[in-house]
């Protein structure tokens, strides 16, 4: 699959590997993708991500991130629909981190392990790879771009596609926003 890749995707796929390995996370998952994406500067991603005001926001993007892996997985619009139900989620971390230890529900399968020499790809990561190659084959490309990662992770219903939803960078507004960086380029 990977000898789809454009150099840009390529380039966000390592990345993420790297964001496992500076975190210390056992699996690079949909968080490591997107942090990775919001490395680039000068690529298809990069430019969707500016025009929507997220590559400005990296630092809530990231926050934001840390929060829903440190919730296990639980997304900020997830939290809000459980209060609602009257269950606090912020509160059952809190007891459960002040019984078992900070982070013990986090999902980046950090708990008891050893540091591996290779990074496996979670599930959901794995999902979004498979999803951005779909992606670009229906819309008639032959390679996947960093652009088709940022669509796939965006349309997911995953940690990633939470937070750039909260951070106005919804499935529909990035594909408008790379079609009207597209449109900028042919003219």
Not at 13 to 33: I, W
Not at 86 to 108: K, P, T
Not at 158 to 187: F, I, K, M, N, Q
């Amino acid at each position: 699959m990977f000898e789809k890749f454009t150099a840009e995707a390529r380039a966000v796929v390592r990345g993420a590997v790297e964001h496992a390995d500076r975190t210390g996370s056992g699996t690079v998952g949909e968080p490591e993708l997107l942090l990775a994406l919001l490395d680039r500067t000068d690529s298809p991603a990069a430019a969707v991500l500016r025009a929507l005001g997220v590559h400005e926001r990296r630092e809530s993007v990231a926050d934001a991130l840390a929060a829903v892996r440190r919730r296990g997985g639980v997304s900020t619009a997830d939290a809000a629909a459980l209060a609602g139900l009257g269950i606090d989620v912020d509160a059952v971390v809190a007891r459960v981190e002040q019984e078992h230890g900070v982070g013990a529900l986090a999902v980046d399968g950090r708990a008891g392990r050893r540091k591996r020499l290779r990074r496996p790809f979670t599930a959901e990561a794995k999902s979004v790879l498979e999803r951005a190659l779909r992606m670009a084959v229906g819309r008639g490309e032959r390679h996947l771009g960093d652009e088709h990662l940022l669509m796939a992770l965006a349309a997911g219903p995953g940690p990633a596609g939470a937070v750039l939803a909260d951070h106005g960078a919804t499935h529909g507004e990035v594909v408008r926003a790379l079609e009207e960086s597209r449109g900028r380029r042919a003219s």
